[in-house]
């Protein structure tokens, strides 16, 4: 049974906040309610907060201590695993809210446990993906722990049916807080890459552009040159970047910044949600773009037709998987670990040219395990590689089954 506000006399609940309105009028309320309060954020490297301190600060005038747990490190891990898997999800979007909610949720459970937490409280609105993965991560990693969603409590929504109604509520406490001007979309942001959502992107008379890039630019404000860029493989996992080494989080901020000043990894979709319905989102993901187009070259050279084929496939069930919020469930960690097979031999270093939002293939370099040869490939020499006159049985033999099928009828 839902868990609602009155429910929570007496229980020790973990708020997940982020220091806005919604995180502030919640954690008063439920200590109102008799509730023993302790609020929670993580440091995903978020490119849109300056300093993660700032959300303790901002909710200590409500009276509650926020944890700052430091996750950069396991965050940049997940990015790597989908970047090796070219996992994208509806209009090419990056999953970077997905992985996201998988990183975020396994470790505040973690920091919650050893404070004694009962209960997690998230604020997911009843509309979107996040109440899901919130609660299923929740779900498998502490199965003991309750979760309580405020945004889905129908009481909770007849007090606070509205921001104003929030702020009305904060200011009998002494609080200052603003509901803020009218939003023409609202963000979510971490290391991955940025989401834009709702207000007038939800109408399909608004074009994407309204959107002021956050990581970069648009193409059209991108510089005027192309700019080279070199990056490292081994196994799958970009190890540097222009010839410095570079720890994975440290790669994603230095290919974020050169992905985003070049206009990569802009992208729109009417995602289709876990709930059913579909959403419109436009997305940023200029580290994870460059990164992940890059390694696909390596990918070109190493595999052949069948496996690409399986690849594909395997790309496509992570991509969703990690969309639902199942991230660490079985099915996908052994789609992964089939991932890993194919990457084990994608080692190589990739130069590419970056042209306002396109990436352009330069060389590729070092990549022992490469299909391609050029005595097969050439047309001028044909003394070397592929025997052209070979071909010929292989032509008659599928002309054997072309044949048929026209005797047949088969053919329209």
Known sequence: MALTVH??????????????????????????????????????????????????????????????????????????????????????????????????????VKAMKKRGIDTLVHGATGRGNDQMRFERYTNQFAPEMAVYAPWRDAELL?????????????????????????????TDCNIAGLSHEAEDLESMQTPMTIVQTTMGNWPM??????????????????????????????????????????????S??????????????????????LLG??????YQAILDRRATNMFEYLSKFIANQVYDGRYFDLATQAAFAAIDTYAELATGTVKV???????????????????????????????KGLNPVSSQGFAEIQSVEARSMAKAKQIK
């Open 7 to 108: 429910d929570m006399k007496g229980r020790k609940i973990g708020i997940c906040v982020s220091g806005g309105l919604d995180s502030k009028t919640i954690s008063c309320r439920l200590r109102e309610a008799g509730a023993d309060v302790l609020c929670f954020t993580a440091n995903l490297g978020q490119p849109d907060e300056k300093d993660i301190n700032d959300v303790a600060k901002k909710m200590a005038p409500c009276g509650v201590e926020t944890v700052i747990v430091d996750i950069r490190k396991p965050m940049a891990e997940a990015c790597y695993q989908v970047i090796k898997a070219e996992a994208t999800y509806d209009g090419g979007y990056w999953n970077s809210t997905g992985i996201g909610r998988a990183v975020t949720t396994r470790e505040l």
């Open 353 to 383: 040219g970056l042209y306002k939002g396109n990436i352009l293939f330069q060389s590729l370099t070092g990549v022992k395990a490469s299909l391609y040869f050029e005595e097969n490939a050439s047309m001028e020499d044909a003394q």
């Open 221 to 266: 404000g991108a510089p005027d040159k192309i700019e080279s860029v070199t990056i490292k493989f081994e196994k799958g996992r970009a190890v540097s970047l222009n010839g410095k080494k570079l720890e994975p989080f440290d790669l994603i901020v230095a290919a974020n910044e050169i992905g985003g000043r070049n206009g990569l990894g802009l």
């Open 293 to 298: 187009k890059a390694l696909r070259y390596i």
């Open 158 to 186: 007849k007090e606070f049916p509205g921001r104003s109604a929030m702020c009305a509520y904060l200011a009998k406490k002494g609080i200052v807080a603003f509901p803020g001007g009218a939003k023409r979309y609202s």
């Open 268 to 289: 729109h979709a009417l995602e289709n949600r876990i709930i059913g319905t579909k959403s419109r989102g436009v997305y940023e993901a200029p580290g994870m773009e």
